[in-house]
């Protein structure tokens, strides 16, 4: 497995020789971010400047290439302004999931109100039903299925939040507190990232039924 610590000091020397002082924000997310990173996990870095061009992007790009492990590195890229006038249902995750590396990201959190987790129950909910609908009648991907049971998964972390006022990072420590109907979500998608099997149409009606029922519940 990378190790990350090392790998992050080779980008941040690369960030600084390309950006200097322009470099707002880095951290990391995902199975990284949480301290549970396997041989196979993605890179999920994010960088925010001061501001963005297109040239910024070509010149990240150049510099990516000339860090190991290419083909593992992922992530997010912004100027500081987008991020503090993004949609603030998204921002709720992009916070909490966000291993600060070198700056803050706490310019953000006046932006993240009950409204805002609300909606991104909400948002995600309705995304999880539309994908889930569109993947039994057309595409009977198991991989499409895979990548919903993980969005519900980060659902479920809003909801949690938005019940207790706490952020749980590690989904396994959500089947302590949420409720059953949350908890087979959660345990599917464990199971599911563990390798373990699919039963396409059983797991795709739990789905569905789940996010349809959270649609109703956030009239």
Not at 19 to 41: I, P
Not at 58 to 65: A, D, F, K, R, S
Not at 131 to 160: D, P, T
Not at 179 to 196: A, H, M, Q, Y
Request: include cysteine; hydrophobic fraction near 40%.
């Amino acid at each position: 497995m990378i190790e990350i610590t090392t790998w992050m000091n080779q980008f941040l020397i690369g960030l600084s020789k390309n950006f200097g002082d322009r470099v707002w924000f880095v951290g990391l997310q995902g199975s990284y971010g949480r301290g549970e990173a396997t041989e196979k996990s993605d890179i999920d870095v994010v960088v925010i400047l001061d501001e963005l061009s297109a040239l910024d992007i070509e010149i990240y790009n150049t510099m990516l290439n000339t860090l190991p492990h290419r083909e593992l590195i992922c992530g997010f890229l912004s100027g500081k302004q987008e991020i503090l006038n993004w949609e603030s249902s998204d921002l709720f995750q992009f916070y909490y999931d966000t291993k600060p590396i070198m700056g803050s990201l706490d310019e953000l959190l006046s932006l993240i109100d009950e409204t805002a987790v609300a909606r991104a129950i909400k948002i995600g909910a309705c995304n999880i039903y539309h994908g889930c609908v569109h993947n039994m009648l057309y595409e009977k991907s198991e991989a499409i299925l895979r990548g919903l049971y993980k969005a519900a998964s980060f659902v479920v972390q809003a909801i949690a939040f938005k019940q207790t006022g706490n952020y749980i990072s590690q989904q396994k420590n959500l089947l302590q507190i949420v409720s059953p109907d949350e908890r087979v979500i959660v345990d599917t998608f464990l199971g599911l990232k563990n390798g373990g099997p699919i039963d396409f149409y059983e797991m795709s009606k739990t789905l569905f039924a789940w996010s349809k029922n959270w649609i109703e519940k956030t009239k």
